[in-house]
């Protein structure tokens, strides 16, 4: 959903200062979201590691730092900015999938924890760090999440590793004299029903109880927002309650007080927080067909083209009159392939050049997931301040950007 206290005019106001495509975040949305996820469970021991590939501008993960969440990391670009954003080696963990030995000397280096899931990946991090502390990653045979792309858990899936080879990992983490910290897991993006998060977090848990000792078990991410006004949200109050019960009941059974939970939301964090800004260049019919052309290509969010995914739009208009009058259309870039469409037969306010488009809830996964393709130019993104005012937290990128990687151009050859 679109802030509610981003008007109309703020809108326009924010168009005009940074150009478009622009994304805009709200910082109090970030905050309120930390908090919810912070306070999710009445539980002593309980840690939040924001996911940081759904959304890694440095200005977003210092809000994040200061309201007390910890983070995960994917590679060791992610690690590299949320060290400069502030985070110490302690609270980063890096949760890498197939990386290079370079790539783990790289977090081993920072005391950075790993998380491995696979046996090969294991074996290479204890020829690396004999005696040294990992945690790993299983696959608990089930999944769940928006799309068969971002489904990670079950039997279609690169991800963890399976039951069936626990004893392989405790021969492995027993060749090496390696302390395993913790277990941890990630089904899948974009759940809604809370059902579906504790199925995952039961079959993790019997995972659980085949390891002695254990720090910390790691529930992952994958907590779903109302893209849409009418899709349900997820209950937070349900899932509370059933995670409580199945934690309640696992420190019973192996009488660990002691143990931390923890679990990894990316989305749900930054989506609502954040809106992508587009203009209108053209309109046009083909084939009866209206066509609303926009300066938003996939190269700025790719989510509607990679996933099918739904964003809600808004149009408002340049002169300030709204129109009432309404038309289906589709909301398409600027990006040389039929398949650029952002939003695809919308019954939305008659749109003419000059018009902002507004993308709600891109938060997440859009900047972060944008590209050079075409030689497009990545977009600036701008931050509504706790206080109302706003400043820009990256700027866009200019043509000499485009050239800077070649011979000649850059400080690396
Ligand atoms: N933990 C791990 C290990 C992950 O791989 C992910 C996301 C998360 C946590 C956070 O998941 P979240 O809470 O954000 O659902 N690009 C897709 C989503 C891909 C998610 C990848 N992994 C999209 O735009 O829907």
């Not at 000792?213 to 937070?236: Q, R, T």
Request: with cysteine; hydrophobic share 35%.
């Amino acid at each position: 959903m679109i802030n509610l206290t981003v008007d109309h005019k703020k809108i326009k106001e924010l168009a005009d200062l940074y150009g478009t495509p622009l994304y805009v975040y709200d910082e109090n949305t970030i905050r309120l979201r930390c908090r919810e996820m912070k306070n999710l469970l009445p539980y002593e021991n309980f840690r939040v590691n924001y996911s940081a590939k759904a959304n890694s501008n440095m200005e977003i993960l210092k809000i994040i730092l200061d309201e007390g969440i910890d983070v995960d990391a994917m590679s060791p670009g992610e690690i590299y900015i949320e060290q400069k954003a502030g985070f110490p080696g302690d609270r980063i963990f890096f949760v890498c999938n197939n990386v290079s030995a370079e790539e783990m000397l790289y977090a081993i280096e920072r005391d950075i924890l790993i998380s491995v899931d696979s046996l090969s990946q294991l074996e290479l991090y204890g020829k690396k760090k004999p005696g040294g502390r990992i945690a790993v990653r299983f696959n608990p045979g089930y999944g769940s999440g928006h799309s068969d792309k971002v489904i990670t858990g079950g039997e279609s899936t690169k991800f963890g590793i399976q039951k069936i080879y626990i004893n392989a990992v405790k021969e492995i983490l027993r060749k090496y004299s390696l302390e395993l910290a913790g277990i941890n897991q990630h089904i899948g993006s974009f759940i809604l029903e809370e059902d579906n998060y504790i199925e995952g977090c039961m079959k993790l848990l019997e995972i659980a109880g085949e390891f002695s000792g254990l720090s910390f078990i790691d529930f992952g991410g994958g907590f779903g927002i109302p893209y849409n006004g009418d899709e349900s949200k997820l209950n937070l109050t349900q899932l509370s309650i059933k995670l409580m019960n199945l934690i309640e009941s696992f420190i019973r059974e192996y009488d660990n007080k002691n143990i931390t939970f923890k679990i990894e939301p990316g989305r749900y964090i930054v989506a609502e927080s954040g809106f992508l800004l587009g203009r209108v260049n053209a309109v046009k019919y083909n084939y009866e067909k209206k066509y609303v052309g926009t300066d938003l290509g996939f190269n700025v969010l790719i989510r509607p083209v990679l996933y099918d995914s739904y964003h809600e739009i808004k149009i408002v208009k340049r002169d300030n009159v709204d129109s009432h009058e309404k038309e289906q259309v589709n909301i398409v870039g600027n990006i040389c392939e039929s398949g650029d469409i952002i939003a695809r037969d919308r019954l939305l306010p008659r749109a003419e050049e000059g018009d902002l488009v507004v993308v709600c809830c891109a938060g997440a996964y859009g900047f972060s997931m944008s590209s050079n393709y075409n030689c497009r130019l990545r977009p600036a993104e701008v931050l509504i301040c706790s206080d109302g005012t706003h400043r820009l937290i990256r700027r866009r990128e200019t043509l000499e950007d485009l050239v800077k990687h070649f011979p000649g151009s850059g400080p690396a050859y």
